[in-house]
């Protein structure tokens, strides 16, 4: 009996130390972290998987409804001229649009991170990044009618071949012989704003469908203040659900430079006081 006792005893602390061994930490040493909620609910759960879901069946309908309407086109400030008849076409943005990078967000909270150029480059020529739920069986199904993908990223163009690669094991198409990666700073002008980039596909495609997580996969005014991207949000309010579809991002964006003037030079904590201030809230219970 006692030497049962002894056992199951040796095999919890052998759990134990194995569990702290691949980097468990107590309660109290889970440091409060502004990434945490957010990173558990894209990573971790059905309530993302679902809205991830939701946003390419309702693409699968929207691509459908553009290829039988030659007038549309989900390029309003750079589609020029007579594009009715021009082979189609969609851009799409790949960071937490197409493919889930949560596993470089939990090790930056886990690390106690922020985001840096050389830790990013690093994480992508890992080529580790997940698919988003129901992103390549979209990407597929436009394929399939004939659609070219364009993939408008703010990727450094030094990445291309990693990101390719890792986006190729996926099963994202590749384009063929058109070159679809549209990376920030392959060439010269294309910068982090979209649209010099969007320009280069509607010179030739009808662009269907914009598909991105970010208001700046969209409108370039998305470094504005709060205040002026709720007011360009405003002005293309008739294109969101249509031609426009937005993925969820809590992770990260321009919803949280915004905040604080898209200064990243502003100290953590100036930085966390700009997000705070920014909030609405609710007076309280009646004392
Ligand atoms: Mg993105």
Redesign the pocket.
């Known amino acids: 009996m006692i030497a049962r006792k002894f056992l199951a005893l040796g095999s919890i602390l052998a759990a134990l130390s194995t569990g702290l061994a691949a980097g468990a930490v107590r309660a109290q040493e889970v440091a409060p972290n502004d990434l945490l909620l957010a990173t558990l609910w894209t990573q971790r759960s059905v309530e993302y998987r679902a809205n991830a879901l939701t946003v390419f069946a309702l693409a699968r309908l929207r691509l459908d409804e553009a290829l039988a309407d030659k007038s549309w086109t989900a390029a309003p400030g750079e589609q020029k001229g007579d594009f009715q008849n021009l082979p189609p076409a969609v851009i799409l943005?790949?960071?937490?649009?197409l493919i889930d990078n949560s596993l470089y967000q939990a090790w930056m909270l886990k690390n106690n991170q922020t985001f840096s150029t050389k830790t990013w480059n690093v994480f992508c020529a890992a080529q580790v990044s997940r698919a988003i739920p129901g992103a390549v069986e979209f990407s597929k199904y436009a394929d399939s009618k004939g659609v070219k993908l364009f993939y408008i990223t703010n990727r450094d163009a030094s990445t291309e071949k990693d990101t390719r690669e890792n986006m190729q094991k996926l099963g994202f198409p590749m384009g063929g012989n058109v070159d679809t990666f549209l990376m920030q700073n392959k060439q010269q002008g294309w910068g982090s704003a979209k649209s010099s980039r969007r320009a280069v596909v509607t010179k030739d495609y009808r662009v269907l469908l914009n598909v991105?997580?970010?208001f700046g996969?969209f409108d370039d005014r998305y470094r504005g203040s709060e205040a002026d991207r709720a007011k360009a949000f405003d002005s293309d309010l008739a294109y969101w659900g249509k031609q426009w579809l937005m993925l969820p991002?809590p992770t990260y964006g321009s919803f949280d430079t915004a905040t604080y003037g898209h200064d990243f030079k502003k100290p953590l904590a100036e930085q966390r006081k700009a997000k705070w201030d920014a909030l609405e809230t609710w007076v309280g219970p009646k004392q």
């Open positions: 943005d790949v960071d937490e649009t991105g997580d970010n996969d991002n």
